[in-house]
């Protein structure tokens, strides 16, 4: 596992990218996932709502947990309090496959997620917010 500081990293990620699951996903305005969300798809990327609860996030199928996407996903994107990230983390090491990265929302820090993905060939992010890095490396001057 890798924590990303270095620009060029995070921008190689963005461009390599083409799916990103959002466990969280809600659709409710004003709401800072929903505003990330509906960003990401305008970005171009196919995003994957997963929440336990809710039902066709952005009018997209949405999932009850990562481990029901039948697909690979690059980037899981957390939107969920630090204390739920440990158990997303082990949810990743149980997929068949290894996605790119493993992103934290701004203000969500887990060292026990990062110790349990700790021995994976991903990128780990934390306490970032995916939408600023995204327009800071790849829309410089259009903020």
Avoid at 32 to 55: C, E, F, S, T
């Amino acid at each position: 596992m890798l924590e990303l500081t270095r620009d060029q990293d995070l921008r190689n990620l963005f461009e390599q990218t083409e799916t990103i699951a959002i466990i969280g996903a809600k659709d409710k305005p004003g709401q800072p996932v929903d505003n990330v969300g509906r960003y990401l798809m305008k970005a171009g990327y196919r995003v994957v709502p997963v929440h336990p609860n809710r039902q066709n996030v952005w009018g997209l199928e949405t999932w009850r947990s990562i481990q029901d996407v039948p697909f690979p996903v690059d980037i899981i994107n957390l939107f969920r309090a630090a204390g739920y990230c440990p158990g997303h983390a082990g949810e990743v090491l149980e997929l068949s496959y290894t996605p790119m990265c493993f992103w934290m929302q701004l203000g969500i820090r887990s060292e026990q997620a990062a110790d349990l993905l700790n021995n994976k060939s991903m990128i780990f992010v934390q306490d970032r917010c995916i939408k600023t890095e995204h327009q800071r490396l790849l829309l410089p001057g259009q903020l």
